[in-house]
């Protein structure tokens, strides 16, 4: 069975500096999907970042990219330039197909931001 | 341009108590779900659906049913309350099933079981 891990419970980043968030995960699949989503406070679940197994090129947007490295099943989340905005629950998640008829989205139990102004 | 919406946002149930959570969706999308979120923990899927009239389960599905009549209501029902089922649900949506079709989420609906 797939699993999703966060070994960070909480992690603090000062205002401007870069911060980078773990996630490890198990399979047996070569082709799948990684994402990050955002929990802020309003509970709203919001997509960070995605990235396809089969992609070696790590994904980017804006101030936010990710470090996959598919033999070690690790994909890491970097913020650059915090801002007091990105405090929130951020969850690592796992689908072999992305949005998840067939199978579904595999959660991380997450890794709780605060920004520090 | 409302997205995806779930009612009530908010509710306490007594255990044996029965409930529907409502989901409605104007974005035409095929694809509904119903994840659970407890304390502390990462979404679980309950129940899906890929288009009216045909749903499955997900990973936790025991105690809750659901139906999908039309494209855009996506209800969960909760026949006997327990308190297991104190969590957050939300209910999500995307077009179709590929990488070029992103979750859209609700704001979730927190449920307590006492």
Not at chain 1, 30 to 40: E, G, I, N, R
Request: net charge positive; with cysteine; proline share 4%.
């Amino acid at each position: 069975a797939q699993t999703v891990t966060q070994s960070q419970p909480e992690m603090s980043v000062q205002e401007a500096e870069t911060v980078t968030l773990s996630c490890t995960y198990d399979t047996s699949e070569s082709d799948y999907y990684l994402f990050w989503y955002k929990q802020p406070p309003s509970r709203q679940m919001i997509l960070v970042i995605r990235q396809e197994a089969y992609k070696q090129q790590n994904a980017t947007e804006n101030r936010f990219s990710v470090n996959f490295q598919k033999a070690a099943k690790s994909f890491s989340l970097k913020i650059s330039d915090s801002q007091l905005g990105d405090a929130a629950m951020y969850f690592c998640a796992y689908s072999t197909y992305y949005g998840g008829s067939q199978g579904n989205l595999i959660f991380g139990k997450g890794t709780k931001l605060s920004v520090k102004p | 341009n409302a997205g995806v919406t779930q009612t009530p946002k908010f509710r306490i149930l007594k255990i044996g108590q029965s409930m529907t959570l409502q989901c409605t969706q104007d974005m035409n999308h095929n694809y509904m779900y119903w994840y659970r979120q407890d304390p502390g923990m990462g979404l679980k899927l309950i129940y899906y659906s890929v288009g009216a009239g045909i749903t499955d389960k997900g990973e936790v599905p025991n105690g809750y049913n659901v139906s999908r009549s039309t494209t855009e209501d996506f209800p969960l029902r909760l026949e006997l309350a327990a308190p297991s089922q104190t969590s957050v649900y939300f209910c999500a949506s995307s077009l179709r099933d590929s990488k070029d079709s992103p979750l859209h989420f609700g704001n979730g609906t927190r449920l307590t079981v006492t």
